[in-house]
Protein backbone atom coordinates (compact mmCIF):
# COMPACT_ATOMS: atom_id res chain seq x y z
CA UNK A 1 0.00 0.00 0.00
CA UNK A 2 1.44 3.47 -1.34
CA UNK A 3 2.73 5.91 2.12
CA UNK A 4 1.78 9.72 1.04
CA UNK A 5 3.03 12.14 3.14
CA UNK A 6 0.63 14.88 3.62
CA UNK A 7 2.33 18.65 5.43
CA UNK A 8 -0.39 20.82 5.40
CA UNK A 9 -0.97 23.33 8.50
CA UNK A 10 -4.96 23.55 7.97
CA UNK A 11 -5.63 20.95 10.19
CA UNK A 12 -9.34 20.59 8.92
CA UNK A 13 -7.80 20.36 4.74
CA UNK A 14 -5.25 17.87 6.40
CA UNK A 15 -7.65 16.08 8.13
CA UNK A 16 -9.91 15.78 4.79
CA UNK A 17 -6.82 14.73 2.21
CA UNK A 18 -6.48 12.06 4.88
CA UNK A 19 -9.57 10.66 5.11
CA UNK A 20 -10.19 10.69 1.08
CA UNK A 21 -6.86 8.91 0.48
CA UNK A 22 -7.12 6.32 3.53
CA UNK A 23 -10.64 5.30 1.58
CA UNK A 24 -9.00 5.24 -1.48
CA UNK A 25 -6.91 2.57 -0.51
CA UNK A 26 -3.50 4.86 0.76
CA UNK A 27 -1.69 4.68 4.24
CA UNK A 28 -1.37 8.19 5.05
CA UNK A 29 0.82 10.27 7.58
CA UNK A 30 0.01 13.83 8.16
CA UNK A 31 2.44 16.41 9.58
CA UNK A 32 0.51 20.00 10.55
CA UNK A 33 3.97 22.24 10.01
CA UNK A 34 6.66 22.13 7.80
CA UNK A 35 8.97 21.10 10.75
CA UNK A 36 7.12 17.89 11.76
CA UNK A 37 6.56 17.13 7.91
CA UNK A 38 10.19 17.10 7.71
CA UNK A 39 10.97 15.10 11.08
CA UNK A 40 7.45 12.55 9.52
CA UNK A 41 9.32 12.25 5.83
CA UNK A 42 12.49 10.89 7.64
CA UNK A 43 11.15 8.59 9.73
CA UNK A 44 8.52 6.98 7.19
CA UNK A 45 9.75 7.89 4.13
CA UNK A 46 6.84 8.05 1.84
CA UNK A 47 6.12 7.38 -1.33
CA UNK A 48 4.21 10.67 -2.32
CA UNK A 49 4.45 13.96 -0.22
CA UNK A 50 1.73 16.88 -0.78
CA UNK A 51 3.04 19.80 0.82
CA UNK A 52 1.54 23.55 1.55
CA UNK A 53 3.77 26.34 0.78
CA UNK A 54 2.73 28.56 3.42
CA UNK A 55 3.01 27.01 6.40
CA UNK A 56 4.41 27.97 10.59
CA UNK A 57 7.65 26.59 11.41
CA UNK A 58 9.43 26.16 7.55
CA UNK A 59 7.85 26.65 4.58
CA UNK A 60 6.94 24.39 1.86
CA UNK A 61 9.98 25.43 -0.39
CA UNK A 62 12.55 25.11 2.55
CA UNK A 63 10.86 21.41 3.23
CA UNK A 64 11.63 20.50 -0.58
CA UNK A 65 15.23 22.64 0.00
CA UNK A 66 15.89 20.31 3.17
CA UNK A 67 14.97 17.30 1.65
CA UNK A 68 16.69 16.98 -1.04
CA UNK A 69 20.49 18.42 1.04
CA UNK A 70 19.78 15.25 3.43
CA UNK A 71 17.78 13.30 1.54
CA UNK A 72 18.83 13.42 -1.90
CA UNK A 73 18.01 9.75 -2.77
CA UNK A 74 14.48 9.84 -1.71
CA UNK A 75 14.09 13.10 -3.33
CA UNK A 76 14.78 11.83 -6.42
CA UNK A 77 12.53 8.57 -6.52
CA UNK A 78 9.43 10.37 -4.59
CA UNK A 79 7.18 12.88 -6.34
CA UNK A 80 6.46 16.04 -4.27
CA UNK A 81 3.32 18.19 -5.04
CA UNK A 82 2.64 20.96 -3.83
CA UNK A 83 -1.39 21.90 -2.64
CA UNK A 84 -1.36 25.79 -1.92
CA UNK A 85 -3.63 28.46 -2.36
CA UNK A 86 -0.91 30.15 -4.58
CA UNK A 87 -1.80 30.00 -7.95
CA UNK A 88 0.16 33.19 -9.47
CA UNK A 89 2.54 31.94 -12.87
CA UNK A 90 5.35 33.05 -10.56
CA UNK A 91 4.32 30.90 -7.54
CA UNK A 92 3.58 27.94 -10.09
CA UNK A 93 7.13 28.41 -11.76
CA UNK A 94 9.18 28.28 -8.10
CA UNK A 95 7.24 25.28 -6.87
CA UNK A 96 8.01 23.87 -10.46
CA UNK A 97 11.89 24.72 -10.21
CA UNK A 98 12.02 23.99 -6.50
CA UNK A 99 11.29 20.03 -7.92
CA UNK A 100 7.59 20.01 -7.53
CA UNK A 101 5.90 17.52 -9.61
CA UNK A 102 2.81 18.82 -9.76
CA UNK A 103 1.61 22.32 -8.29
CA UNK A 104 -2.33 22.05 -7.11
CA UNK A 105 -4.27 24.91 -6.44
CA UNK A 106 -6.43 25.31 -3.38
CA UNK A 107 -9.07 24.71 -3.37
CA UNK A 108 -8.91 20.81 -3.90
CA UNK A 109 -10.89 19.37 -6.39
CA UNK A 110 -10.19 15.45 -4.70
CA UNK A 111 -10.57 13.86 -8.50
CA UNK A 112 -8.41 15.75 -10.24
CA UNK A 113 -6.09 15.01 -6.83
CA UNK A 114 -6.73 11.24 -7.24
CA UNK A 115 -5.81 11.64 -10.67
CA UNK A 116 -2.56 13.46 -10.02
CA UNK A 117 -1.41 10.76 -7.12
CA UNK A 118 -2.74 7.74 -9.37
CA UNK A 119 -0.39 8.95 -12.36
CA UNK A 120 2.89 9.84 -10.40
CA UNK A 121 2.96 6.71 -8.53
CA UNK A 122 2.64 4.38 -11.77
CA UNK A 123 5.04 7.04 -13.25
CA UNK A 124 7.89 6.36 -10.66
CA UNK A 125 7.22 2.08 -10.80
CA UNK A 126 7.60 2.55 -14.57
CA UNK A 127 11.60 1.49 -16.05
Known amino acids: ?23 AGYEVVVAYDGLAGLAAIENQPPDLIICDVMMPEMDGHELVRRLRITRPALMARVPFVFLTALGMRGDINRGRIAGAAEYLVKPVDFDVLQTVIGRLLNEEKAP
Open 1 to 23: MPRIAIVEDDERLADDLELELSS
